[in-house]
């Protein structure tokens, strides 16, 4: 039997997308951050489309990892 994958696939392009990569890239829901595990995952979750990271915890998070996917998602959102 194949492993059970909890991966789940976010529209191409989304800020979920962004939120999940930047969750992803700062290690997943054990990221050091002000929100628990729970709040991280449901704010990277499709399922969840109300949503999303606060502004300071992004600031964090692409402060820990060093790439700053939403913060990029956004610029090119609004063409910078």
Known sequence: MAPRSFYKLRPPGSLKEAEAALVAACGGVNAKSRIGRTQL???????HPDRHLPADVVLDLETQCGVPHVTRYLALEQRH
């Not at 995952?41 to 399922?47: G, V």
């Open 41 to 47: 995952a449901n704010c990277a979750d499709a399922d």
